[in-house]
């Protein structure tokens, strides 16, 4: 079964800095790779996915990931965060009916 | 509204009890999964279900139970809680043709204690 991993457990950056979130998985064969947002107390959202096509995708909220199939990397990235960014993002890795997640980002953005 | 429905929301257990945890959708999906949250692991799939009458082992079975009587119910039963099973538990459900455009639909979570 393909597996994921989120090597940044705890990212804190404050407002209008970059951000970058990391996302590796194995798996050999074809993958649909999904971010999901989490904000607090509330259940996951979808934010981005790829399946196909331009390997850099764009998702709500200015969020865009860059699949590197070589690399086997779907990074998370946003040019500018804001306060209201603050939530646990998860990467996530489908393959027919099974989805795995990674472990989690949690991204706090100080005001 | 359309979506995924699980109750309770909040739950405490004394070990040893048994428990379910509803699940319900009314989008006529037909893939289920039940997942549980804990810090620092991410989610991790207990088990999911392709079908009505089709159900099979992710990847944390051990002390779960589940069955897919029908389309829309994917109940999950703890059959001797102990507080390594204290988590958060979310229900998802997918329709396969439809999860490139709109991923998992994710319930809004029952959090668990088992004291």
């Known amino acids: 079964a393909q597996s994921v991993s989120q090597h940044n457990h705890h990212v804190i950056l404050s407002e209008a800095a970059s951000l970058e979130l990391g996302c590796n998985y194995s798996?050999?064969?074809?993958?649909?790779l999904f971010w999901y947002v989490q904000y607090p107390g509330q259940h996951l959202q979808l934010l981005l996915k790829y399946f196909s096509g331009d390997p850099l995708v764009k998702g709500i909220k200015g969020f865009e990931a860059e699949f590197i199939k070589s690399k086997f990397s779907f990074n998370l990235r946003k040019p500018s965060v804001q306060w209201s960014d603050t939530a646990e993002y998860f990467c996530a890795v489908n393959v027919q009916e099974d989805m795995r997640f990674g472990a989690g980002t949690r991204l706090t953005v100080k005001p | 509204n359309a979506g995924v429905t699980q109750t309770p929301k909040f739950q405490v257990l004394k070990t040893g009890q048994s428990m379910t945890l509803q699940c319900a959708q009314d989008m006529n999906h037909e893939y289920m999964s039940w997942y549980r949250q804990d810090p620092g692991m991410g989610l991790r799939l207990i088990h999911y279900?392709?079908?009505?009458?089709?159900?099979d082992q992710g990847e944390v079975p051990n002390g779960y139970n589940v069955s897919r009587s029908t389309t829309e119910d994917f109940p999950l039963r703890l059959l001797s809680a102990a507080p390594s099973q204290t988590s958060v538990y979310f229900c998802a459900s997918f329709t396969l043709p439809r999860v490139l455009d709109y991923g998992y639909t994710f319930g809004s979570g029952t959090r668990l204690t088992v004291v």
């Open positions: 279900s392709v079908g009505a009458g089709i159900t």
């Open positions: 798996y050999g064969g074809t993958v649909n």
